[in-house]
């Protein structure tokens, strides 16, 4: 089991340009969530999707940020245009919902700094 | 807002039992605690959750009060590696779980 794989690891931007994060969940999962943390918010979740289906985009900071889950083995998240303030670690997890109580798993981020 | 209470830090010497406390006394019925760990620039790592019974996995123990309204997470052994910041949350039927600011356990020699 590869877990779940995010992609950069690292990206370092400026001020005005588009970002795009990637996530491939666990395959056979079936719930993929999008986390956000800083210093100062913690950790926040962003948006949930089930079966593919955003369920809940209440936690998207501003209508820069939007997010997609064309499939069940990727899913991206997009900042446009970014701004110095959406520095952060952003996490992709997965979890199986067959169970509902079925734990996620979280990859181990992309850092994302904007200049 | 996070709806669980856990001590800001706490320090646990190497080769003894770190039991780290979690108040939730808003939890619901069908609601599960889970407990996850961050070690520095990671994501969180799943450790174990449950409902209403004690669980023990190969990482952990989890101890969940009668009442249901808080539990307590033992690392039997704790060793340098288990320095982290330990999560307890519950809830989100959907499997959303909102995490607040959890416990950092520093494991000392």
């Known amino acids: 089991d590869a877990g779940v794989i995010q992609s950069p690891r690292h990206e370092v931007t400026e001020m005005g340009q588009e970002v795009t994060l990637r996530c491939k969940p666990i395959?056979?999962?079936?719930?993929l969530f999008w986390y956000r943390q800083t210093m100062m918010r913690g950790l926040e979740l962003l948006i949930y999707?089930?079966?593919?289906?955003?369920?809940?985009d209440s936690g998207m900071p501003e209508d820069r940020f939007s997010a997609k889950m064309p499939n069940a083995s990727f899913s991206t998240l997009k900042i446009q245009p970014s701004e110095p303030r959406d520095s952060a670690v952003y996490f992709c997890?997965?979890?199986?919902?067959?169970?509902?109580?079925?734990?996620?798993?979280f990859g181990n981020g992309t850092r994302l700094t904007v200049t | 807002d996070a709806k669980t209470t856990q001590p800001p830090s706490m320090d646990c010497a190497e080769g003894r039992a770190a039991n780290l406390p979690c108040n939730h006394s808003?939890?619901?019925?069908?609601?599960?605690v889970y407990w996850y760990r961050q070690i520095h620039s990671q994501g969180p790592q799943y450790i174990i959750h449950?409902?209403?019974n004690n669980e023990t996995n190969e990482m952990a123990s989890l101890i969940i009060t009668e009442d249901r309204k808080s539990s307590t997470l033992i690392l039997p052994h704790a060793t340098l590696r288990d320095t982290a910041v330990y999560y307890c949350?519950?809830?989100?039927?959907?499997?959303?779980?909102?995490f607040g600011k959890g416990t950092k356990l520093s494991v000392k020699p």
């Open positions: 449950g409902l209403k």
């Open positions: 395959s056979g999962h079936n719930s």
């Open positions: 949350i519950f809830g989100g039927s959907q499997g959303n779980l909102i």
């Open positions: 808003t939890i619901s019925g069908n609601e599960y």
């Open positions: 997890a997965s979890s199986h919902r067959r169970n509902h109580n079925s734990p996620l798993h």
């Open positions: 999707f089930n079966n593919n289906v955003p369920i809940d």
